[in-house]
Structures are given as structure tokens and as C-alpha cells.
């Protein structure tokens, strides 16, 4: 069983930066992907950017491409979301997530989930 715990959200200011991290409790070269996904209220969980541990090869939502990189640190069993130039936008919960996807970028697609870290931007 795979464990996800996220780090690094808060409240800041339009413009600001934020480092996300995801901790897993074991490796999980069985599960190859780890993805960031975002759910603002009232909206549907919508993919942000994903990684696979071995090999490194990265994923990201079109409209974020730029602001957002994904990262991982293999020996430290984290993954991490950089978040620069913050938006009112991008307020959200932010989760992690770790799979087998066909498909990276749906939520479905994934068998481990965090418990999700709360980003709010405002001035």
C-alpha cells in the first residue's frame, strides 16, 4: 500500500512561489507515475503535471507549461511541484497522486491519492 502525504501549501500573495512536496512511504517503481493535480471549490479535479520516477520523463497541462515544474528526488521518495508567478487562479487543493495510468492525465487513472495540501493566493 502506497501512502502520499503533501506538503507546502499556504497562503500567499499574487506573484509568489511555492515548493509542493509529496512524500510516499515506499518506493514506488511498481506504480511509475506521480502526478499533481488541482481541485478549486465547485470545480472538477483538473490535471497539472506528472513524472515518471525512473526515467524522468515529464508531463505537463498545457496552460500551466512555464510557471509549474514537476520534480523527484528518488532517494528521498518525494516529488515536488514548483509553483512560481502565483495566481489568484491557481487557489486550490493540490494533490498528488501515484500509478499505472494509460492515461496521465485522468484522475481515475491513479490508485494512490494524498490527502492534498491547500494553496490560496490573494492580495
Known amino acids: 500500500q502506497v501512502h502520499l502525504v503533501e506538503s507546502g501549501g499556504g497562503l500567499v500573495q499574487p506573484g509568489a512561489s511555492l515548493r509542493l512536496s509529496c512524500t510516499a512511504n515506499v518506493r514506488t517503481f511498481r506504480y511509475p507515475y506521480m502526478a499533481w493535480f488541482r481541485q478549486a471549490p465547485g470545480k472538477e479535479r483538473e490535471f497539472v503535471a506528472a513524472?515518471?520516477?525512473?526515467?524522468?520523463?515529464?508531463y505537463y497541462q498545457d496552460s500551466l507549461r512555464g510557471r509549474f515544474t514537476i520534480s523527484r528526488d528518488m532517494d528521498k521518495k518525494t516529488g515536488y511541484l514548483q509553483i512560481n508567478d502565483l495566481k489568484s487562479e491557481d487557489t486550490a487543493t493540490y494533490y498528488c497522486?501515484?500509478?499505472?495510468?494509460?492515461?496521465?492525465?485522468?484522475?481515475?487513472?491513479?490508485?494512490?491519492w494524498g490527502q492534498g495540501t491547500q494553496v490560496t493566493v490573494s492580495s
Open positions: 513524472i515518471i520516477w525512473i526515467g524522468e520523463m515529464k
Open positions: 497522486a501515484a500509478g499505472d495510468p494509460n492515461y496521465y492525465a485522468v484522475p481515475l487513472e491513479y490508485q494512490f
